[in-house]
């Protein structure tokens, strides 16, 4: 038996919802998560990126507080972000 792929529409709904509350009530932890594992999951390479960098211009914007941006945690925050764009890069080029 075959796994069942995610919906694109249903993720990129999901993920609507999940940026238009990380606007209106900062980007907490869990909600930097949950964006994050919504966007690995997409499966359109294209789409992907696209939700990425959408992610990424409105996480930094609309951080819960300016300390998610410095120190240890903007380093972890960093680190995964570069971990998904490296591996949606991977995916495009494949």
Same mark, same amino acid.
């Given at each position: 038996m075959s =796994?069942? /792929?995610p919906d694109q529409t249903d993720l990129e709904s999901q993920l609507g919802i999940l940026l238009r509350s990380g606007r209106a009530a900062g980007f907490s932890s869990e909600r930097f998560d949950q964006? /994050?594992?919504l966007i690995a999951q997409i499966p359109s390479p294209d789409s992907q990126k696209a939700w990425f960098d959408l992610f990424y211009e409105q996480w930094t914007e609309f951080a819960r507080t300016p300390d998610c941006l410095q120190? =240890? /945690?903007k380093e972890s925050f960093e680190s995964r972000l570069a971990r998904l764009r490296t591996q949606i890069e991977q995916q495009r080029r494949d």
């Open positions: =796994p069942i /792929l964006c /994050l594992r120190g =240890p /945690l």
